[in-house]
């Protein structure tokens, strides 16, 4: 008799289970997910860094749950230095992408660092030579009868490195523009996974999708307009903190710092929007107002459409590893939260969702504002020595000639100031 395939087994849906079992089932998820809310602000609180290490953790554990489905079979084949080498290019992987966020975003001080300058400007070249290392070494492992088994290994992982890890990196990216952009997004998936449970749990009696039985065509719709209604009243909340919407300038910062941003990026400044004569005429029957102007601002429009794609599109990661999971015939990624499964079961939605808010903030959002940052990494990498030892003489002169500095300056930190390397430079 051959083994049953999970695509041939009865499902049942969960407003069809059986009362103890569909009960049971849903205080125990009901539990781990406040659980798990608790901790997620808890950390929000905590600060950015915080929150940086939070998804630098769950990315990682995301990537062991998922290349552990493809060990047993490496194990098997007895393919040599798998674990070792998916976790070198997780390392190289991770220097490379968070190594471009932390030049992009504290450039101001990475670059007049003259340790950390070097690394900065060669940035992409060290990690280039450390991907070569470890490309060098797969090949050299390569053994006769074990070439399909370990090319298959080898694209694994970097599926693996492009779905979760590369993607994750724009999650982080999120947090840095401010915590609104990562708060948002992670909140309507949360949402909308927490409806989409609770419509199909009570009213769920159609069949979503064949890849994950259980989700329903009610539950998907329910969750929608619920996730809707939450991102417009949950971001006219958000956007009242500037701890929320300031962009990062010290990791240090906590919930409990003194955070201002100056200028406020004009989507959190609420705006008039003249109402439509129909919608006029409906508010002034149902509440005899005369209702003309409404004050909303930006941010509530964009999370109405990234509540959208929370619901509509977010939710076919969650699909894509339920197809992974059905191709290894295996119920859930791991088992470290009760009522839920692994780490990927619950984050499979979030990597695509961050990744959107990414592009869509950068696409819609995102003012480009010229600051000390950009100025000094335009100096140091286009202009030579000569050229930045006179366009310092000329910044002090003009300070000087305002009367901000004293003329001694220009003595002290003119060519007299030079040391004897620079002075053979120049």
Not at 157 to 170: K, P
Request: with cysteine; net charge neutral; hydrophobic share 50%.
């Amino acid at each position: 008799m051959g083994e049953k395939k999970p695509e041939d087994e009865k499902v049942t849906l969960l407003a069809a289970e059986t009362s103890q079992k569909k009960w049971k089932n849903w205080w125990v998820r009901t539990t781990t997910t406040f659980m798990m809310i608790g901790a997620f602000f808890a950390i929000i609180a905590s600060g950015h860094i915080w929150v940086i290490l939070m998804v630098i953790g769950i990315s990682t554990a995301v990537y062991k749950e998922v290349l552990q489905i493809a060990q047993g079979p490496a194990k098997d084949n007895s393919v040599r230095w798998f674990k070792t080498m998916s976790w070198y290019f997780l390392v190289t992987t991770t220097y490379f992408l968070y190594g471009e966020s932390i030049i992009y975003y504290f450039d101001e001080i990475v670059l007049v660092d003259a340790v950390l300058l070097p690394f900065a400007t060669h940035h992409r070249f060290i990690s280039f030579i450390l991907y070569v290392i470890g490309f060098v070494f797969f090949v050299t492992n390569l053994r006769k009868g074990l070439y399909k088994s370990q090319f298959r290994q080898f694209g694994w992982m970097h599926m693996a490195l492009l779905l979760i890890v590369f993607q994750s990196h724009f999650i982080v990216n999120n947090i840095l523009e401010g915590l609104i952009w990562f708060f948002i997004p992670t909140s309507l998936v949360i949402c909308n996974d927490i409806f989409a449970y609770i419509c199909g749990f009570f009213w769920g009696k159609h069949q979503l999708i064949q890849l994950s039985p259980k989700k329903t065509i009610e539950g998907f719709l329910g969750a929608w307009i619920c996730t809707m209604i939450f991102g417009f009243f949950w971001s006219t909340l958000l956007m009242r903190f500037d701890y929320m919407i300031c962009p990062v300038k010290d990791l240090s910062m906590s919930v409990w710092s003194q955070v201002t941003c100056d200028p406020v990026n004009p989507v959190f400044i609420s705006v008039p929007w003249k109402l439509p004569g129909i919608v006029i005429s409906f508010l002034q029957t149902i509440t005899s107002m005369d209702i003309q102007v409404v004050w909303i601002a930006p941010i509530q429009i964009h999370t109405l459409f990234m509540a959208c794609f929370a619901s509509l599109i977010a939710p076919f990661g969650g699909f894509f590893a339920s197809g992974v999971k059905r191709a290894f015939n295996v119920k859930d990624f791991g088992q470290s939260i009760p009522g839920h499964g692994g780490l990927t079961d619950r984050m499979d939605c979030q990597f695509l969702m961050g990744l959107f808010a990414y592009m869509y903030y950068q696409s819609f959002i995102k003012t480009h504002n010229v600051n000390v940052g950009v100025i000094l990494g335009s100096i140091i990498n286009n202009l030579s020595l000569s050229d930045q030892l006179e366009l310092l003489e000329r910044i002090l002169t003009y300070f000087v000639n305002q009367g901000i500095l004293e003329p001694q300056v220009l003595e002290q930190c003119g060519s007299k100031a030079l040391t004897e390397s620079a002075r053979q430079l120049v």
